[in-house]
């Protein structure tokens, strides 16, 4: 009675973990759950049935990979239906979605075990997001962050200097100009992080965090310390070009507001809340140039915006609903510093 209930509870907990997903996933599992429940190496008599609105076809699919998992799971398939223990499977539906039972008989001995399950969401379903990309500005010096404290004013960081641009009759002109006094050489790949603060800004760096004013003139003064972002909780790591926080354990190369990677995203991530919802935009490399693909758990939400060389950059912007993105050109060399955003598709 204590392996039935046991059995029962896990499906039902699960449920919100395993509605969705791919009939050799959901063999697998199904699989998992009927060995738990049997001896070791048995052979087993198997009936399945279908109750749902499952096709035909895809219910022939199920049968095959469900047979070839619990083979390799160490489980003979008898020929006939007479062998002990018994194996009866059930795929049931109702509105909420479908259920698969599995009862395992051997003697007087009754066992079930239970999987919600729904086939993913069809292969030609289009993407319900569309990136958006607009360049900002191109130079030949890496560009590791871009600020725009007001929608005519624009900062850049390089490895080096703090520039001030304004947007005049529609074009970025650029304006004054600090260097950087900075306690160490910043690593090999630099990267930073620009940020807005009250009365200025603050340049976050490996090794140093440096504070800004932008009035009456743009000014900057450095200090070797790596100082935690604010919003992020993170700090860079001295001499190198990764992050670390006292709630993760390791170093770690990017944020995305608790968003972790997933198989075939490249390694820059950034997570923004735009009209259309949350999204992560990441990276996928494919040989020396990057796209950029909108997701959303994981899903993918998005086409891949293709980009002329690999990104240097991929940051939370100041504004809601943008990223910024800076893109090494391999065509030109040149750097280009661009605002991502995400439009709903109709």
Known sequence: MLRVAFALWFGILTTAHLNSQPLPQAAAQLTARIASLLPRHPTVSLELQNLSTLPAGEWSEFQSLLQSELRKAGVELAAGASSDPRVRITLSENPRGMLFVAEVASGDSRQIAMLPWNLPAAADDKPHLTLTKKLLWIQPEPILDVLLPDPNSMLLLTPSRVASLRLTSGEWVPGATVSLVLPRPVPRDPRGRLEMSPGGFVAYLPGATCT???????????????????????????????????????????????????????????SIQGTCGAAVLATSTATDRDSVQAYQNTNTVSEALPLPGPVTALWPSETRGQATLVVHN?????????RLGLACSH
């Open 330 to 338: 391999l065509q030109t060399g040149e750097y280009e510093a661009s």
């Open 212 to 270: 800004g004013a932008l009035e009456p003139d743009l000014k900057i003064g450095c200090a070797a310390v790596n100082e935690v972002w604010p919003d992020a909780r993170v700090r860079w790591v001295t001499d190198r070009n990764l992050l670390e926080s006292d709630s993760v354990k390791g170093p770690f190369y990017t944020i995305a507001n608790g968003v972790t990677g997933a198989e075939g995203w490249g390694s820059d991530i950034a």
